[in-house]
């Protein structure tokens, strides 16, 4: 009787044994047929130019198909078109294009989204200063009251005690590390990198955005750009740093007629919660020392090409300058 039950358990270990080395040669054929597919699908649609191509050496550059090259955080270089790129048209609570968003990370464009859609545009004629920068749950309970920001004043139908009646300014919306912006573009099928581009490059791709072009033609009037980008200005990167060269192909090469504002320090756009109907935009950037740090909040580059800085306060530090017309 023992040796029958002792069979009965051995028969039992080899018919499970059996059962999952086979299950395993399944799921295993199932990833290899979806690898070749995805792989068979990437090649196709990558031979018609629509997705980006990883260049190895020169050579590998496709002709005709290239307008940038950049680079992701592995050291990969892509070659890419406009059409490769991720980005999504800002729509203020009315629907009126107001900017465009490049989105490069998780939920980026719902956080776009709920921003630049809030009915009460706090963002149009009010910014605040933030000093609080190692933790960003910590980030909005530091900050500064609402103050003018410096784009407010140069709208050709300002009205400071009517802020709805003068002209938004237009919003470039992306992530930034100070000498480059970062975008998302389309590697194949089911796969996609992020990449820097300098601020030149990121400008001709916002003159060949269509997204970008919508919302200038419908905010003819507005005569300021604001980079809703981290650090786009900061002085750490004041040789190269991105908005001035953003700003200057766009005035200079692509000849508009719009000042443009980078932030020194990162900036922060917090949706809030409450309902659609109650919403508002809001638009900080935080500086070591808040309203009393000694580096401006703001860059200002000029269509003359002047960059002004624009300080948290009425008047800059001792042993700065600044044009106080536009604090």
């Not at 139908?157 to 573009?185: E, K, M």
């Amino acid at each position: 009787m023992m040796q029958a039950r002792q069979l009965l358990v051995h028969l039992t270990r080899q018919v499970a044994e059996a059962t999952e080395q086979g299950a395993r040669a399944v799921r295993a054929r199932f990833r290899e047929g979806a690898a070749r597919i995805r792989a068979a699908a990437d090649a196709f649609t990558r031979a018609d130019g629509r997705y980006a191509t990883r260049v190895l050496e020169e050579d590998d550059i496709p002709a005709g198909e290239t307008d940038f090259l950049g680079w992701d955080d592995r050291g990969n270089v892509w070659a890419f078109t406009p059409d490769h790129v991720r980005s999504r048209l800002l729509r203020n609570y009315d629907g009126k294009p107001i900017g465009v968003q490049y989105p490069s990370k998780p939920f980026d464009s719902m956080v776009g989204k709920i921003w630049s859609r809030s009915k009460y545009r706090h963002t149009d004629f009010e910014y605040f200063i933030d000093d609080d920068v190692e933790s960003s749950t910590m980030r909005f309970k530091r900050r500064s009251p609402l103050r003018e920001p410096p784009w407010v004043r140069i709208s050709s139908d300002y009205q400071h005690f009517s802020p709805r009646a003068r002209t938004n300014p237009v919003y470039v919306d992306a992530h930034a590390n100070g000498s480059a912006f970062l975008v998302r573009i389309k590697t194949g099928r089911f796969s996609s990198a992020v990449v820097d581009l300098n601020g030149t490059d990121f400008a001709r791709l916002n003159v060949a955005n269509n997204h970008f072009n919508r919302a200038l033609s419908e905010n003819r009037d507005t005569k300021a750009l604001v980079l809703v980008a981290c650090e786009s200005a900061s002085y750490f990167h004041s040789l190269s740093y991105a908005s001035k060269k953003f700003a200057n192909y766009l005035q200079n090469e692509a000849g508009l007629d719009i000042d443009v504002f980078g932030a020194t320090g990162p900036v922060a756009t917090p949706p809030t919660m409450w309902p659609a109907f109650l919403r508002s935009s809001e638009l900080g950037v935080s500086l070591p020392g808040g309203v009393d740090s000694t580096e401006p909040a703001w860059i200002r580059h000029t269509v003359q090409g002047q960059d002004i800085p624009i300080w948290a306060r009425n008047s800059p530090p001792e042993g700065r300058t600044a044009d106080n017309d536009y604090l």
